[in-house]
């Protein structure tokens, strides 16, 4: 089946950074954040391999962020999450699981925390916005909620570091990682942490002020110019290799952390002013989890629907979410949520991919 | 420019209905509540001509529910818009602005009235559910907030009460105007309303179940096949045309009803339960307000961001919205957010569109 086009609106909005990306050449979006978000520029498969061998810069201005500002910012931020924030250092990021009141999984943001009182929430794909107003107006908090004109560039692969050196100074390229420290770029103070959706290293850029992103984009590809800079984003294949879970795809609302995998970000003891807290408690034994499988069988399709797995007596064992053939590996590498009694590593099952039916095997981790 | 390709995901949502508009043609797709929304099967243009002569069934499952139930039911909903909603009949279906507590507006949908303590509020393009489980969990509320499997599937067009009849009976085609009833379909309760995204007069079926989305689908073709219905979907020279505005696009966040000319719809001194009721009296006297607009210059390109309206001294006047070709009156049909000194009919302004500057003429209606 031919890929099918995106239509124009301004409703799915353009980011600061669009026309060098369309100049760059990209082939697919995906929607994510009512913002687009760049999926292809040469092919998936030679994004991927210059991913892990050179430095890419992404426009992932998606990750909007929710500022939570104000006296009660870290009362209202731990309302939302089990891992526990009290002892977050004023540079740090944390990766998130977000639940609601039932537990259930709301976005997996990375937090950054600016100050003692004011945090940036980096989203997934969900308004969380709307939810941290609504709650911000329905306890009475002394806190300001909004999106403000915060737009991440992601510097990703294996010479990410030498080509911050080259812009930002080796005082960046020191920065621990999910650590963040403040740069003036263009005259504006802006933080640079290392972070990144993929496994190959690098930063992220939380460029302040959509006027700044040409300018940006233009000194790092000049910086870069020799190490074969090119534009790129978040990649399907090296994503599932290394196990990062998108939220929408691979868990939603109706996931618990625990389901997710998250087991290890859920403090019930000691966060316990998330709201979900009791219902987690509940829940913390899961009959279904998130697991690295193998697809044998060839190149599967693309996926955009979930694969049913069923066990050797046809009964359900769960679903696929994420699927794709990796070239480095020579096997589908896939993400799938899958039922206790077969999740063991090594258990072999079936799933209904469209073009037929294909083996798949339980793996013990991701192909890292 | 050509269109950019939409890369499959899960995480953009099929519907009940997706294997039936790919099998009638669909050409592009708008992501819409994380889900998939048909914009062309032949051509904006032919979809156009055939909405106004014939009748179209549109799969609009992305208008997604949120079920609201319970004790507390209605007042959370007024919570949340300035409309007066304690005279609402049981079988009524009511256009609302959703406000939050500054009066920025956070959504347009219809609120359908199950039962004095069940609502269900069916969505344009924003993560509503996520506001209400905010307001329901901090105010503590007597409530369950959730989404519901139902998915609209409208039926439009000037043929539509006859494809209606043949499927529903009279009865149902009696219907007044945004008023519901309950039809069995399938074996399954489920209501339909007189109501629907365009101008030309229709029904909306709000299927219950997603198992019996393509037997619905079936039922239908069959039933019209003598009066040549054929897949649609919301069509923007239609909707632009009749003034149907569109959250994400005409209005968001940063206005008010009164901006977005839905003044007719605060009633501040009756709807007290509204948070943004403080908010929105400050608010009454908009300084820029949503007004139609003739665009000339020959046939505009697609608009994928806000287009700058400039006065006679070059001076920002506002944006354009929305804009499009329209066959039909032979003029560029568009909605502009337009400042007060230049939004009188008549006024005569200048759009920088991406092909060249244009000449502009604020009317006093929409073309209907």
């Known amino acids: 089946m031919s890929l099918p086009f995106l239509t124009a609106s301004s409703r799915i909005r353009r980011t600061p950074f669009s026309r060098r990306v369309e100049a760059a050449g990209v082939k697919g979006y995906t929607c994510y954040n009512h913002m687009h978000l760049p999926t292809i520029f040469r092919s998936v498969e030679e994004d991927y391999a210059h991913l892990k061998s050179a430095v890419q810069v992404w ?11 104000g006296p009660d910012a870290l009362k209202l931020v731990q309302m939302t999450t089990p891992r526990d924030l009290r002892r977050m250092a004023d540079d740090q990021c944390f990766y998130i699981p977000i639940v609601d009141h039932r537990g259930g999984m709301l976005n997996d943001p990375v937090l950054n925390k600016l100050a003692d009182d004011r945090f940036w ?19 009475g908090l002394n806190v300001e909620v909004f999106e403000p004109d915060v737009s991440p560039l992601a510097i990703q692969g294996p010479k990410a570091d030498e080509l911050v050196r080259r812009v930002f100074g080796s005082d960046v390229v020191d920065t621990r990682f999910f650590r963040h420290k403040t740069v003036t770029v263009e005259g504006e103070e802006m933080i640079i942490a290392r972070s990144g959706w993929s496994l190959q290293g690098g930063f992220e850029l939380y460029v302040n002020g959509s006027e700044h992103g040409e300018a940006i984009w233009d000194v790092l590809f000049e910086a870069g110019a020799d190490l074969d800079v090119r534009a790129g984003c978040p990649n399907s294949i090296e994503r599932i290799e290394g196990g990062l879970l998108s939220y929408g795809n691979d868990m939603t609302m109706d996931h618990t952390p625990f389901e997710a995998g998250l087991g290890k970000f859920c403090h019930l003891e000691t966060a316990t002013g998330c709201l979900g807290n009791a219902a987690l408690r509940k829940r913390q034994d899961p009959v279904r989890q998130i697991r690295p499988i193998e697809i044998d069988g060839g190149k599967v399709p ?19 979410s994420s699927a794709i053939w990796s070239p480095d590996f020579q096997t589908n590498v896939a993400i799938a949520m899958v039922h206790k009694a077969h999740w063991a590593p ?12 294909r083996s798949v095997r339980v793996r013990d981790k991701f192909w890292i």
Chains 1, 2 share one sequence.
């Open 346 to 357: 090594g258990t072999e099952l079936t799933v209904d991919a469209p073009d037929k039916s």
């Open 121 to 139: 929430v980096s989203l997934s794909d969900s308004d969380m916005l709307y939810y941290y107003m609504g709650l911000s107006n329905g306890f």
């Open 302 to 320: 693309s996926l955009n629907t979930l694969w049913p797995l069923k066990d050797n007596s046809g009964d359900p064992a769960g679903h696929v």
């Open 59 to 69: 426009d992932v201005s998606v990750e909007r962020q929710v500022e939570i500002t």
